[in-house]
């Protein structure tokens, strides 16, 4: 198994709503991040987990809140959204959290409209 | 701080024909990564080719190859044959290696982007 799992594919929620978005990977990574990008623009870096626990926070609103039960799994928890965080969210996992030579291997992402 | 830069916001290119797609970074680390990455218009980031530091050839991918300049700093990725199927964005990456004494915690900086339109 060589992919990056998320899921919903496409997510409408109204601002006061409570919604999760999930990411999934069965390759052994241990690392997996969120990335949020606007329409053609590049994805911009919002979590980083190493080992399972949260390494990176890119000053992100508290409204987001990532969770990683375990090696396998990254949730992103989402409340009280506004409706500039309308998006794709993306995640990735990498083998290894550090080394320059291993890439991120991408999910299709989930496409969020806040309305 | 990393940095990329992609200088052609948009490209375009008739079917079967080659195509350079321009990137040039910036890094205090010694050793690091440059990956180019493909984005159709669904939104899934398809990883293309990789190319480290101390890579003294040029990396090939089928159809994809990097034209790996390190004292330029440049990273242009070169498309042969185009098809109608290569229409997407495509990134240019880099990542860091924090272990070799770099400052990039191992993070994959993106550029901007180039929009590539394949012409039949």
């Known amino acids: 198994d060589t992919e990056v799992t998320q899921t919903p594919k496409h997510l409408v929620m109204g601002m006061t709503n409570k919604k999760s978005l999930k990411c999934e990977q069965h390759?052994?990574?241990?690392?997996m991040y969120w990335y949020k990008q606007k329409a053609k623009k590049p994805p911009e870096l919002m979590f980083v987990?190493?080992?399972?626990?949260?390494?990176i926070n890119e000053s992100v609103p508290s409204r987001f809140s990532p969770e990683c039960p375990n090696s396998s799994l990254l949730n992103l928890h989402l409340h009280a959204l506004q409706p500039e965080d309308s998006a794709l969210y993306l995640c990735a996992s990498s083998q290894d959290p550090d080394r320059a030579s291993y890439g991120y291997t991408f999910g299709s992402g989930t496409r969020l409209t806040v309305v | 701080a990393q940095k990329i830069t992609q200088t052609q916001p948009g490209m375009f290119v008739q079917e079967k024909e080659a195509v350079t797609l321009d990137c040039t970074y910036d890094?205090?680390?010694?050793?690091?990564?440059l990956f180019w990455y493909k984005q159709p218009s669904s939104g899934e980031m398809i990883f293309l080719i990789y190319q480290g530091s101390y890579d003294e050839q040029n990396a090939t991918e089928g159809r994809y190859s990097l034209n790996f300049q390190k004292a330029r700093k440049s990273a242009n990725l070169v498309i042969s044959a185009s098809q109608l199927g290569d229409s997407a964005m495509y990134f240019c990456a880099m990542r860091g290696a924090p272990r070799a004494g770099g400052t990039s915690y191992g993070k994959l900086t993106f550029g901007q982007g180039t929009i590539l339109t394949v012409h039949p």
């Open positions: 890094t205090s680390d010694q050793s690091y990564g």
């Open positions: 987990y190493s080992y399972e626990k949260l390494s």
């Open positions: 390759m052994g990574h241990r690392a």
